[in-house]
């Protein structure tokens, strides 16, 4: 990490907003795995109404 009182340096930025999207991307395909499998539930439900 960065020394007291000293700002980040660029490349620990970049650094840290890379991680940053890359949990996001990760939480993005999660939501999208849970919204298809709910959509394939809701799609079943309704079939077999």
């Known amino acids: 990490m960065t ?7 660029i490349e620990e930025r ?7 999207f ?8 999660a939501q999208n795995n849970t919204i298809a499998a709910l959509e394939a539930n809701i799609q079943q439900t ?4």
């Open 14 to 20: 970049l650094t840290r907003l890379e991680t940053l």
């Open 22 to 29: 890359v949990n996001v991307g990760e939480t993005v395909a």
């Open 46 to 49: 309704t079939q077999n109404q």
């Open 3 to 9: 020394n007291a009182g000293q700002p980040p340096t």
